[in-house]
Nanobody, 127 residues
Framework: QVQLVESGGGLVQAGDSARLSCAAS????????MGWFRQAPGKEREIVAA????????YYVDSVKGRFTISRDNAKNTVSLQMSMLKPDDTAVYYC????????????????????WGQGTQVTVSS
């Protein structure tokens, strides 16, 4: 069983930067593709960024390309989301997700493809 704990976030102003981290335990982290999702009030959960277990394949939703960076540290069992040039539309609860996969270069973008979820962390961007 994989446990995920997010940290970071909070209240920031538009144009600011913030960093989210997700610490994983209970599994072999280096074999887990990871993803960051977000859910705003009244909206469905959406993919923000995803990373393969090798770290070599990355995905970003169009709305965050050029502003957000996903990375992982397999030695520290962590995945991070560096967010810059934040906008009010980025306001949401952000979730870290993981799944098992034998495919080292594959990332996953659908919530149903993930088995493990963190509790979420709120990011609020004020204008």
């Amino acid at each position: 069983q994989v446990q995920l704990v997010e940290s970071g976030g909070g209240l920031v102003q538009a144009g600011d930067s913030a960093r989210l981290s997700c610490a994983a335990s209970g599994g072999t982290f280096s074999t887990l593709p990871m993803g960051w999702f977000r859910q705003a009030p009244g909206k469905e959960r959406e993919i923000v960024a995803a990373i393969s277990s090798s770290g070599g394949s990355l995905y970003y939703v169009d709305s965050v390309k050029g502003r957000f960076t996903i990375s992982r540290d397999n030695a520290k069992n962590t995945v991070s989301l560096q967010m810059s040039m934040l906008k009010p539309d980025d306001t949401a609860v952000y979730y870290c997700a993981a799944r098992q996969s034998s495919l080292r270069s594959t990332y996953y973008t659908q919530p149903a493809q993930y088995s493990y979820w963190g509790q979420g962390t709120q990011v609020t961007v004020s204008s």
